[in-house]
């Protein structure tokens, strides 16, 4: 397990010594980036900055900026109660995991929004704000224009990916810019390290904030298609830069871009360099990242290590068996298949899966046996108990199964962003 750790760590910092800022040796397809300098609107850094990128999650810095006018002319108010809707509800992708008919302060909506990057909670806010999500969208499209955001269009509160939601590094940087200006009360919520729901204590998705000397906030962005992207603000010395990076291929590359853009935008002196007005978006379509981000080739088919990430497995039919469980992967791959071989004559097939399941902070790993008729995996769950102990199996029903897969894509989807 060390040496698998140990080259999963070879593997992300290969990833940012590679990268293709200047200096670093290119690759096919490489991120776009932009860093300005926030007291002069100077861009000091930039590759593509204009080139029209998928936002992904991004875009809820959209939501709560519209939001956040909503507020500010007295529509709404953060203690205003929201009745989870059905499609709210239903969002894929990170999530709050609100229930149908459940209640939520416009507050907490919006903080979970931007924390946690709840896509439930977005669909929620938007809703409440402008009465449909479609309507919310027409607004952020609308705002977007206003704000000089030339290549921005939106099509949905949340940043899934839709025909014709595209932004781009300069757009976004305006539109951080522009939430600074405009909203300098509800920037804490974009530097917050945590929110609560239920009583429980949740993470900021946002990893950026803990891992750069003065980090002050903003949003992260992941989904296959956009891959990883980040928008950041940092001070040092007196002085402070907005970074954007989108199209990056792991998580890894994304933070080390940003590090290397905020370094270069916080130096001693400032750069001169070009108003970030003078910048122009370009055209064409948004480039396509699942290959890099999530191993996802453009047939549909995937591999590679991310390509779990942002895929939902598919649910197996039927009823499953626990039969193997613990924090070693290895092992607990190993006795699933020992007890699938000895188990397969009685079971009548089933095919065998490891889940990962998050528990009190850490990793621990499900291996399964699926695809069972549920007499078959009863009957033998309960001889092998009888024969080898209670901890031998546990018996699967198919909606324990369905949580047990979403269990492991949220938390996938959780350390993506």
């Excluded at 007291?39 to 936002?55: D, F, K, L």
């Excluded at 946690?116 to 499209?141: C, I, K, P, Y």
């Excluded at 030339?150 to 839709?162: D, E, H, K, L, Y």
């Excluded at 924090?327 to 020992?338: A, F, H, I, T």
Aim: a positive charge.
């Amino acid at each position: 397990m060390a040496k698998r750790i140990g080259g999963i760590w070879r593997y992300a910092a290969a990833l940012v010594l590679g990268l293709a800022l200047p200096g670093g040796p290119a690759r096919a397809e490489q991120p776009a980036f932009l860093a300005v300098d926030l007291g002069s609107g100077s861009v000091v850094a930039e590759r593509g900055g204009g080139a029209p990128h998928h936002p992904a999650s991004l875009t809820k810095m959209m939501t709560a900026y519209v939001a956040f006018g909503a507020l500010q002319a007295g529509r709404v108010s953060l203690d205003d109660t929201i009745t989870v809707s059905e499609r709210a509800a239903a969002q894929g992708g990170a999530s709050l995991d609100l229930r149908p008919g459940e209640r939520i302060t416009l507050g907490a909506a919006l903080k979970a929004m931007i924390v946690r990057s709840a896509n439930d909670a977005a669909v929620a806010v938007a809703e409440h704000v402008a009465g449909s999500e479609q309507a919310f969208a027409l607004r952020m499209t609308e705002e977007a224009a206003r704000l000089g955001m030339t290549s921005s269009s939106f099509r949905n509160a949340t940043g899934m990916t839709a025909a014709g939601h595209v932004s781009s590094p300069r757009d976004m940087a305006l539109l951080a810019m522009a939430i600074e200006r405009d909203f300098p009360a509800f920037r804490s919520l974009f530097s917050s390290r945590d929110t609560t729901w239920k009583g429980r204590v949740l993470p900021t998705v946002n990893g950026f904030l803990g891992a750069y000397a003065g980090a002050e906030g903003m949003k992260t962005g992941f989904t296959c298609s956009a891959g990883y992207n980040l928008v950041a603000i940092a001070h040092r010395g007196g002085r402070r830069a907005v970074a954007v990076v989108m199209g990056a291929g792991s998580s890894a590359e994304r933070l080390g871009a940003i590090r290397r853009l905020m370094d270069q935008a916080l130096v001693a002196q400032p750069v001169a360099g070009r108003p970030l007005s003078g910048l122009s978006n370009g055209g064409g379509a948004p480039p396509d990242r699942s290959l890099e981000a999530c191993g996802i080739a453009r047939s549909g088919r995937s591999s590679g290590p991310e390509a779990a990430v942002a895929q939902r497995r598919a649910m197996p039919a039927g009823w499953g068996l626990e039969v193997a469980f613990g924090r070693d992967q290895g092992k607990v791959r190993r006795d699933l298949d020992k007890a699938h071989r000895e188990l397969r004559g009685r079971l009548g097939g089933g095919s065998a899966m490891v889940v990962i399941r998050p528990r009190d902070g850490m990793l621990r790993y499900r291996g399964l046996i699926v695809g069972l008729a549920e007499r078959r995996a009863v009957d033998t769950c309960l001889a092998e108990r009888g024969r080898a102990g209670e901890g031998r199996c546990l018996v699967m029903t198919p909606t324990m199964l369905a949580g047990a897969l979403d269990d492991e894509r949220r938390f996938k989807m959780i350390s993506a962003h």
